[in-house]
Every structure is written in C-alpha cells, then in structure tokens.
C-alpha cells in the first residue's frame, strides 16, 4: 500500500474505531451515570484530535500505543475540560482499540 493511502486508511480506521467504540459504549452503558450522547460525542471529537498524528501509529507497539492514547487523553482532557470519569472512559475504550489497529497494520 503507498504511504498516502496507508495514511489515509489509517485515518478512516480512527473515525471507524471512533464510531464502533460509541456504539458498543451506548449499547454498554444503561447505567446512565455518563450520558451515551455525550460519550459519543466524546469518543469522536478524541479521535478526530488525534487522526492528524495517525502516522506515528504505524511505528508503534502496543505498549507504545498504550503510552500514546494515554498521554492524548489526559491532553485532551485538560484542553477540553472533561470530567476524570468520562477521561477514564474514554483511556480505557482508546487502550483496548489497539487490538483492532493492530491487525489492519499487519495487512
């Protein structure tokens, strides 16, 4: 695959990963403490913050993925200003997405 379309397959994975992680969240969480449409909106605008930093996950490891996602989150609650609870959340849905990163990488 030529890097401008690795990259841009990189991209649409992020935004797919975005919305399959709010699916299953909204489908998830019948709880109620956090609000399903705010975690979706959450999820998104998280990986639309970070899809222009998509290609330094394809020279990443997991344990480098997971260091990744976790420094971007803690960003991107401060500059957002999003409860710890819903910070945690969301570290926890970002963490578990290397699975799904990491066999589109192998292809």
Same mark, same amino acid.
Do not use: C, P, R
């Given at each position: 695959m030529a890097k401008g379309n690795a990259t841009k397959f990189l991209q649409g994975t992020v935004i797919g990963i975005?919305?399959?992680v709010a699916a299953s969240i909204y489908l998830g969480l019948k709880k109620g403490k956090i609000v399903e449409d705010d975690?979706?909106? *959450?999820m998104a605008d998280f990986y639309k913050d970070i899809s222009p930093k998509v290609k330094k996950i394809e020279k990443m490891g997991g344990k480098e993925y997971k260091l990744f996602m976790k420094n971007?989150? *803690?960003?991107?609650?401060?500059?957002?200003k999003i409860s710890a609870k819903m910070a945690k959340h969301?570290?926890?849905?970002?963490?578990?997405?290397?699975k799904h990163f990491s066999r589109h990488l192998e292809e």
């Open positions: 975005a919305l399959g975690i979706i909106d *959450v971007a989150v *803690v960003q991107y609650a401060k500059t957002k969301l570290l926890k849905e970002a963490q578990e997405s290397w």
